[in-house]
């Protein structure tokens, strides 16, 4: 395929909100800690970390605060220019670069774990591309660790395919089909939990209509996580590279 992704969407959606906001933290506080503490990646040695789809820094400066070094990554060149505005403000040391997951500019075997948190849905048929180059900057037995809406659950069904405020690229993942293709680019001791619903803090971006269908949507989600085998709107999980 020669559009895997339509980035100009995704650039122009991060630049606006940013534009807007000028940051862009998408989430309370808890859920934030909830989606660190499931992911499993504060259990890990503290070392160099590449945070890929920064953003303006939400989870790279969460991180630093918690003992990694990172440098962080992201198409956006307002939501780097953010991110380097913010860690400078806070007198935090991190590293932000403007780099594609699909490019990474880095050399091969320099992380010691890779952390991608809602990055891979906006990658509908890239995400075996991104996993190779994640694959190529983690060191041996290197870790990564990820979030993800579940394409299993109606309420993400809907937003990402008749939901508003979000980008042109974006659809659930079927974890199945990810733990398929971690594999096949080269990762091992695949584990995905699920966590529920998200909240994000969208609601204010939206006209009245807007608002109401992602309560409609966030209602959906809440009933049918009530009931027994129905799967959670996002899932966690974290793999590593295998060993050559």
């Known amino acids: 395929m020669n559009n895997l992704q339509n980035k100009e969407s995704e650039i122009k959606y991060f630049d606006e909100w940013i534009k807007k906001y000028g940051q862009f933290e998408a989430s309370p506080e808890d859920e934030y800690t909830k989606i660190l503490a499931e992911s499993g990646v504060l259990k890990e040695k503290r070392g160099l970390l590449l945070d890929v789809g920064c953003g303006s ?57 890779v952390m991608c948190i809602f990055v891979l849905h906006h990658l509908p048929n890239a995400i075996a591309r991104a996993l190779q180059q994640i694959n190529w900057v983690l060191v041996p037995n290197g870790k990564l660790f990820f ?57 204010d971006r939206a006209s009245n209509l807007r608002k109401l269908v992602r309560r409609l949507v966030s209602l959906i989600i809440k009933l049918l996580e009530k009931l027994p085998y129905v799967p959670g709107a996002n899932f966690v999980g974290n793999c590593s590279k295998r060993l050559v």
């Open 147 to 203: 979030c993800e809406p579940n394409a299993f659950n109606l309420g993400t069904f809907i937003q990402y395919h008749f939901g508003v405020d979000r980008t042109a690229n974006e659809r659930g993942i079927r974890g199945d089909e990810l733990t398929k293709l971690l594999i096949a680019s080269g990762f091992s001791d695949v584990q995905i939990k699920d966590v529920g619903e998200i909240k994000f803090l969208h609601s």
């Open 57 to 113: 820094g939400a989870f790279s400066f969460r991180l630093e605060k918690h003992g990694f070094q990172v440098v962080g990554c992201d198409l956006s060149t307002a939501c780097i220019k953010a991110a380097k505005m913010i860690g400078k403000a806070r007198r935090m040391d991190v590293e932000f670069i403007v780099a594609d997951i699909e490019k990474i500019p880095c050399r091969n075997n320099i992380f010691s774990v």
